[in-house]
């Protein structure tokens, strides 16, 4: 059996298998959580956030951050162009 007569058989199953699944699943109801559970989920998400990132000293270097251009060459050796970047 060819790879691809493996493929075409593999893709037929798929289809198979997921025709079975969708034509026994019961119908969905959807339903909204209310306002309060998404903005308070955006609230605590948005302190853990801006505490990690108020924590960090991050790429500052007393009080500036350190960035300069870097030649980038190629796998060949053959130079690309520059790249800004900046150490940590």
């Not at 493996?6 to 959580?33: D, H, K, M």
Request: with cysteine.
């Amino acid at each position: 059996m060819s790879i691809k007569s493996r493929i075409a058989a593999l893709a037929l199953v798929a289809v198979a298998v997921t025709g079975v699944i969708a034509s026994s699943t019961t119908q969905a109801e959807a339903r909204g959580f209310g306002l309060g559970w998404g903005l308070g989920a955006g609230l605590v998400g948005a302190a853990v956030v801006g505490s990690a990132i108020a924590a960090s000293d991050g790429p500052y270097y007393d009080g500036y951050r350190r960035c300069g251009w870097v030649r980038q060459f190629d796998a060949y050796g053959n130079y690309m162009g520059r790249v800004r970047t900046c150490n940590y």
